[in-house]
């Protein structure tokens, strides 16, 4: 056992001890904090003369600030380097931390002190932000079930428990039918169209296991290129309905299905929002959001779906015909749309994802996205150390005149024990303390390919351009965290800010991977060093909306699949979740996949990752940050620079800085002087016509 002044999760005077945490440290560090958070809660539950911030809200925080940090340190190395111990110390803690967070909600003696804090006397004197997070206290103690009848409160905490110990197992199920599947292709013959890194990828992945050949695994970075390129068809065929089978009864194993999981976690869900008096979860999962109801988010989702139509009718008629007479697919198949849609695109517009791939180098990427936000912001990014959790991951502190803003971790590359996506992570928030502000840290977390070694050689990364946006958008995330320039923990960075418009600094960054000025200092040939040619990058532009209507059409689907299972679907009705997968096709899908597709066994997004009657919220942020975007837009016009800093500080002070402070919506029209309109989003999808 570890004594508390040796356990690494319990020192909190700087960064987490990556070096020095180890899976046995977990139970003993969560105890020793729940039960010191228990005892300050007990204390502040007894009756007070007087209820005020200092007395109150600041020593609540203070304790439940270190419970948080400790056990987002531990779910995060969950997250990226998943053994069989760390796996069995998380799954042994989760459920005392959730009955812990739980019996708070529950607390309606610190309910009533949050109330009489808003009604007393004092509120009207306090910061903007102080006021947020006392509004925001009292309506999530309402949705925590502190309004409960006392008999009603010990199901609605076992309702907590079990959801998070499902969810955790959904993820699980996920990570374990990825890690074990393994495709083995024994002569480069048959890998025919495969581009070369990929091809040494997959032969340095079969060494590894001290196998000949090449091995492909079912990470993003070695299936897709496989859909993506390979001429065979039986290989197409067999990784697709190895990925799209994943974690249900189709797959490999039996004890890997979710579809039980999902069912559970749909009636736990309709469960929790009966016990506190909504209709349906949707309506739940929206109080904290920017949306009004369930039914507008159908509608909007439902508008764009109509506005995406013809465009996706015109995408797929034209694809089969191309595939059809270019490439002698009489049906064009799941597994043949990846491919034929690279030839098309190839065919069209004069270049292939691989060539630009070939421009996008690890090291150029990270040094242009820096050079991007430096600009924009006015701040410096610098290489800085700290202990971490894999040999490569790299940490890096961003600086304003020489002080201190924040510090961040990059994870970037697939891995065996990691979850599979793309992610920002805070693991530690802003907060004036005594005597210095504490400077928020975050986690950035890809899974991209790693660098190769040829002949003995490392060569470094590369990137494709989904790839590099993908990382610009991850890096929105964490600048929305890092450059808060609020002082209290609840409403700084992200914290606090409505899930509809969380992605809205995410999303705005991506919009700087389609201009020359920013290609033009991040890309590099990885073999002559060459810029990207202007040429390719007009031929790139020329393509951006390639398919733009079928891929939004597919997070529409999505995105109702998630509304409808939360809002009109009856988990208990006997009728499948499948069943509603194919209404909702039906209604707004142009390409139907095979029956036995199960893309819900594994979309983590909505069972696992928080963003249950949420998914709306990437359509509905990208509204908003098209619109936002709009402005660098306007700034290129009239200066012929779109890194306009004085657009970027506007953006910085108005939407960064704010955090949760106010409502996106006022932190939005602050900067944009206007509300929100969806122009610049058609615009963006080449839909405005």
């Known amino acids: ?97 959730t009955e812990f967070w739980t019996a708070l909600s529950q607390s309606l003696a610190l309910f009533e002190k949050y109330k009489a804090l808003q009604s007393g006397p004092g509120f009207a004197a306090l910061s903007s932000a102080r006021k947020k997070i006392i509004e925001n206290a009292v309506r999530d103690f309402r949705l925590g079930g502190a309004e409960l009848a006392e008999d009603k409160k010990p199901r609605f905490a076992e309702i907590q428990e079990q959801h998070a110990a499902i969810s955790t197992r959904f993820s699980e199920n996920v990570l374990d039918a990825t890690n074990d599947y393994a495709l083995f292709v024994e002569t480069e013959a048959e890998l025919a169209g495969l581009p070369e890194d990929v091809k040494q990828a997959a032969k340095a992945a079969a060494e590894k296991d001290g196998k ?55 009636r736990l869900r309709a469960e929790e929002a009966a016990i506190l008096e909504y209709k349906n979860f949707a309506e739940v999962s929206l109080v904290p959001k920017m949306a009004e109801s369930p039914q507008h988010v159908i509608g909007f989702l439902e508008d764009l779906a109509q506005r995406a139509r013809p465009f996706a009718d015109k995408d797929l008629t034209e694809l089969r015909s191309f595939a059809r007479d270019e490439l002698g697919l009489a049906s064009l198949e799941a597994w043949d749309m990846a491919y034929a849609s690279e030839k098309l695109r190839e065919k069209r517009y004069a270049f292939s994802e691989q060539e630009v791939k070939e421009y996008f180098p690890e090291p150029k990427v990270i040094e242009g996205l820096f050079r991007v936000v430096q600009t924009l912001f006015e701040v410096d990014i610098r290489p800085d150390s700290a202990p971490v959790w894999q040999p490569d991951v790299k940490f890096f502190r961003i600086e304003k005149d020489g002080a ?32 210095r502000i504490q400077t928020p840290v975050a986690y950035l977390t890809c899974n991209f390919s790693e660098p190769v070694t040829v002949d003995g050689q490392q060569r470094p990364a590369l990137f494709t351009h989904d790839e590099v946006i993908t990382l610009f958008h991850e890096f929105g995330h964490g600048l929305h965290h ?89 988990p208990n009705s006997g009728k499948s979740v499948q069943a509603v997968v194919d209404e909702v096709r039906q209604r707004v899908a142009v390409v139907l996949p095979p029956a036995f597709n199960r893309f819900q066994h594994s979309f983590g997004h909505i069972f696992a990752g928080g963003y249950s009657a949420g998914y709306y919220s990437y359509k509905w942020a990208e509204v908003l940050s098209a619109d936002a975007y709009s402005m660098f837009e306007e700034a290129s016009e009239a200066t012929g620079n779109v890194l306009s800093s004085e657009a970027g500080l506007k953006f910085s002070q108005e939407v960064l800085a704010m955090g949760g402070s106010r409502p996106a919506l006022e932190s939005f029209m602050a900067y944009r002087g206007r509300e929100p309109n969806i122009d610049a989003l058609l615009r963006h999808n080449g839909m405005n016509a």
Not at 213 to 227: D, E, N, R, V
Not at 550 to 570: I, K, P
Request: net charge negative; aromatic share 10%; proline share 5%.
């Open 212 to 266: 000949g050949g090449f091995k492909f695994t079912l990470h993003f970075p070695s299936y897709f290129p496989l859909l993506q390129y390979a001429d065979s068809r039986a290989l197409r065929e067999t990784i697709y309905r190895a990925n799209a089978t994943k974690a249900s009864e189709l797959g490999a194993k039996a004890e890997w299905d979710n579809t039980q999981n999902i069912v559970e976690l749909l």
């Open 482 to 570: 890092m450059l808060t320039e609020v002082d209290d923990l609840g409403v700084a960075g992200i914290a606090g800010v409505e899930w509809d418009a969380v992605e809205l600094p995410s999303q705005f960054m991506e919009n700087f991977c389609w201009e020359w000025e920013v290609l033009q200092h991040m890309t590099s040939h990885a073999h002559t060093g060459a810029p990207l040619p202007r040429a390719l990058f007009d031929k790139m532009i020329a393509a951006k909306n390639f398919q733009a209507g079928l891929q939004m059409l597919r997070q529409v689907e999505f995105s109702l699949f998630d509304m409808h299972l939360h809002y009109d679907y009856d």
């Open 1 to 97: 056992m570890n004594s508390d002044a040796t356990n690494p999760l319990l020192d909190f005077s700087d960064l987490p001890h990556f070096d020095a945490i180890k899976p046995e440290h977990v139970t003993p560090a969560i105890d020793a904090l729940i039960e010191e958070n228990r005892a300050v809660v007990a204390q502040l539950e007894a009756p007070m003369a007087q209820v005020n911030w200092e007395n109150f809200v600041e020593p609540l925080e203070n304790s439940t600030e270190k419970l948080g940090r400790a056990w987002g340190v531990v779910g995060h190395l969950n997250a990226v380097v998943d053994t069989p111990e760390l796996r069995a110390a998380y799954n042994e803690n989760q459920p005392k931390v």
């Open 404 to 435: 201190l803003l924040g510090q961040f971790y990059l994870d970037l590359y697939a891995r065996n024990g990691k979850r599979g996506g793309a992610w920002m992570d805070d693991a530690r928030g802003r907060r004036k303390l005594a005597d």
